[in-house]
């Protein structure tokens, strides 16, 4: 089951840039997401956290990707954005997005069905 709907994927150059969206559903109010964020699977590599931005509009990246990413969020249309700059070789793979969302007083996750993303010339 897909709670989160992604887009934005493709295919681009070395030093190219994406635009990936997540959206959640338009039932579920923004105040009851606590976070979001951005897992990739490489190929041939488990799936990692890239980015997450908690509620209070911080924000996480791993090492290889600060500086080149660039999450946001728009609370409005239940809407993140992962702006990617300068893209490698090694940023590719299926981009999911994840969110934490309050139900009855606990987190839950929800998964996006992933967008794929290659870098390559």
């Not at 997540?22 to 979001?36: D, F, G, L, T, V």
């Not at 992962?82 to 997005?97: N, P, R």
Request: hydrophobic fraction near 35%.
């Amino acid at each position: 089951q897909v709670h989160l709907v992604e887009s934005g994927g493709g295919l681009v150059q070395p030093g190219g840039s994406l635009r990936l969206s997540c959206a959640a559903p338009r039932n579920i109010s923004s105040i009851s997401i606590n976070s979001m964020g951005w897992y990739r699977q490489a190929p041939g590599e488990e799936r990692r956290l890239i980015a997450r931005i908690l509620n209070t509009g911080s924000t996480y990246y791993i090492d290889s990707v600060k500086g080149r990413f660039t999450l946001s969020r728009d609370r409005a249309k239940n809407t993140m954005y992962l702006q990617m700059d300068s893209l490698k070789a090694e940023d590719t793979g299926v981009y999911f997005c994840t969110a934490e969302i309050w139900t009855t007083g606990r987190l839950a996750d929800y998964w996006g069905q992933g967008t794929q993303v290659i870098v390559s010339l």
